[in-house]
């Protein structure tokens, strides 16, 4: 029963929350955002970036200027109203702003998982893009990082890729 109770709380000491773990800076393409030693990079079919740990991922998506015809010129509230009609499937149904910074909340349910997950996404305009930024925990955990989230979009720094 011992050496249990020692094997259990060893395992649960090497974890790291991923809140309270020691600040890492990470980047993607021109981009780069501080969060914590918790996460690493991994790949994600369909977005620009991935920084995933054991209760939080954020999803990256760059959005070239050469996408299109005159997106450069879109102002970032005119692209973060194209999010928003973008995701009108989803539960998100107005833009919000943090420091004059766009953001949207959603919750999405996840049928392979039978999981729910609610979503902070900020977006941003770079020199040569447009980024959102999406932060995703279980629906139940949101409101438990939700002021990370926010801390961590305010980190976020473009550049030219």
Do not use: H
């Not at 029963?1 to 094997?7: E, R």
């Not at 009609?85 to 107005?94: I, P, Q, V």
């Not at 420091?99 to 999405?108: I, S």
């Amino acid at each position: 029963m011992l050496v249990l109770v020692i094997l259990v709380t060893t395992v649960g000491c090497g974890r790291k929350n991923v809140a309270m773990a020691e600040k890492k800076v990470f980047s993607a393409e021109g981009m780069q955002i501080t969060l914590t030693e918790a996460f690493s990079k991994s790949e994600m079919e369909g977005y620009t970036a991935c920084f995933d740990s054991r209760e939080v991922a954020v999803f990256v998506l760059k959005e070239p200027f050469s996408l299109g015809e005159g997106l450069n010129e879109l102002s970032l509230d005119d692209y973060a109203q194209m999010v928003l009609e973008a995701n009108s499937s989803k539960s998100a149904d107005r833009i919000e702003e943090i420091e004059g910074r766009p953001f949207m909340e959603y919750a999405f349910y996840n049928s392979d998982t039978k999981e729910e997950y609610t979503y902070l996404a900020a977006m941003y305009k770079g020199p040569d893009a447009f980024w959102m930024v999406q932060f995703s925990c279980r629906t139940g955990q949101y409101e438990q990082y939700r002021p990370f989230f926010l801390e961590w979009a305010k980190t976020v720094e473009l550049v030219t890729a």
